[in-house]
Nanobody, 121 residues
Framework: QVQLVESGGGLVQDGGSLRLSCAAS??????MGWFRRAPGKAREFVAG????????DYADSVKGRFTISSDNAKNTVYLQMNSLKPEDTAVYYC????????????????WGQGTQVTVSS
């Protein structure tokens, strides 16, 4: 059974940092990524990682502040979030699949339960 378990969310002040983790079990995925849903908004792409190509992709809104990385031995993906802003407040979802266009959520087959990130001003 495939499971994605996120951790690391919480409350942080404007300008602070958090690191999210997502541990996958049940199979190994070539693509892993993060989406988020802010209050009253649709879920949106944040960052993605392709294991075989070693490539990453970021939404423009987080580029330069967030970093996605992977520990292949642990089948875990991380999202280091620096210089956090109140507009980063959202539920963050880990996602995974074999191969998929990263920015299109409909193509991702596996999702975690989400972890809340709140940035206070």
């Amino acid at each position: 059974q495939v499971q994605l378990v996120e951790s690391g969310g919480g409350l942080v002040q404007d300008g602070g940092s958090l690191r999210l983790s997502c541990a996958a079990s049940g199979r190994t995925f070539n693509n892993m990524g993060w989406f988020r849903r802010a209050p009253g908004k649709a879920r949106e792409f944040v960052a993605g990682f392709n294991r075989s190509r070693g490539t990453t992709d970021y939404a423009d809104s987080v580029k330069g502040r967030f970093t996605i990385s992977s520990d292949n031995a642990k089948n875990t993906v991380y999202l280091q979030m620096n210089s956090l802003k109140p507009e980063d407040t959202a539920v963050y979802y880990c996602t995974a699949d074999i191969e998929t266009p990263m920015r299109i959520q409909g193509y991702w087959g596996y999702w975690g339960q989400g972890t809340q990130v709140t940035v206070s001003s």
